[in-house]
C-alpha cells in the first residue's frame, strides 16, 4: 500500500520502504514511480500515460521520504531547487561505533563506476567531488550510534561513504565495511524530513517522518 506524505496540484511526496527501487532498472522487480503512477491514474481517473517527473533518488537500501513532480512545472521548480541547494534534506543514521557530539564531514568523493561504490578521500582532485554534511549525536551506546544528518551537497552513496570513510559504516552496509546486519535489504538510513518551495508560490514546506523505531533496540 502506498504510503502518501503530501500532495498538491504539482508535488507527491511518498514513503519509500527499504528495499525498494525508486525507478525501473534492469530487473523486473516493482519500483516506486511504477506505484505512483497508478495511484495518479486511479485517483484522478486519467486514461494515457501518467507523467511524473524524478527529481531525485534513495538508494534502494534506504527508506524514507521521495518527492516527485506530477506536473512539468512542478519538475522545472524542483529540479531548480536541488541544483541550488534550496532544499533542505534531514537523514537518521544508525552506525557502528560510539560517536558523541555534533560535528562536520567534508571529502571529496568520486563514482567508481565498476564497483558502483563512492571512493572517499581527504584532499581535492580530478573528478572528485566536495561532499559536505553535518551531524548531531541523538542516542549512543558503546557499540552502536543514532544520528541526525543534515546533508548539504547530495553526491553519489554519499552519506555512506562518508561515515564509513571515519570508521562509522551505518549498520547492515556491507557495501561499505558493515559488520552489523539489519532487515534483508535494509541498512539503517532513513530519509525523515524535507523542506521545499511549492511550485506556483514561494510557500517553504516541510515533511517529516519518524525512523523505524525498531532501531532503537540496536542501540547497545
Known amino acids: 500500500m502506498l504510503r502518501v506524505l503530501y500532495e498538491d496540484n504539482h508535488i507527491i511526496a511518498v514513503y ?14 516493482g519500483n516506486l514511480m511504477d506505484e505512483v503512477k497508478k495511484y495518479i491514474k486511479e485517483k484522478y481517473k486519467k486514461e494515457g500515460n501518467v507523467f511524473l517527473g524524478l527529481v531525485h533518488r534513495l538508494d534502494r537500501p534506504v527508506c524514507g521520504i521521495v518527492v516527485f513532480a506530477k506536473t512539468s512545472k512542478g519538475a522545472s521548480r524542483l529540479s531548480e531547487q536541488f541544483r541550488s ?32 561504490t563512492a571512493i572517499v578521500q581527504d584532499s581535492p582532485s580530478a573528478d572528485y567531488q566536495r561532499a559536505e554534511l553535518s551531524y548531531r549525536v541523538l542516542k549512543s551506546g558503546d557499540k552502536t550510534s543514532l544520528l541526525n544528518i543534515n546533508l548539504k551537497t547530495g553526491r553519489f552513496n554519499q552519506i555512506r561513504a562518508q561515515l564509513a570513510h571515519v570508521g562509522h559504516p551505518i549498520i547492515g552496509d556491507k557495501k561499505y565495511g558493515a559488520k552489523t546486519k539489519l532487515s534483508e535489504g ?31 533496540l540496536m542501540l547497545i
Request: with cysteine; hydrophobic share 35%.
Open 16 to 29: 519509500k520502504p527499504a528495499g525498494i527501487l525508486v525507478q525501473a532498472g534492469d530487473r523486473k522487480s
Open 85 to 116: 541547494r534550496e532544499i533542505k534534506k534531514i537523514y537518521i543514521a544508525l552506525v557502528e561505533g560510539r560517536v558523541s557530539g555534533t560535528g562536520d564531514l567534508m571529502h571529496f568523493i568520486k563514482k567508481d563506476p565498476d564497483r558502483l
Open 186 to 216: 535494509a541498512i539503517g538510513l532513513c530519509a525523515t524530513e524535507i523542506t521545499f518551495k511549492t511550485a506556483t508560490t514561494d510557500e517553504l514546506k516541510t515533511i517529516k517522518i519518524d525512523y523505524p523505531r525498531e532501531w532503537d
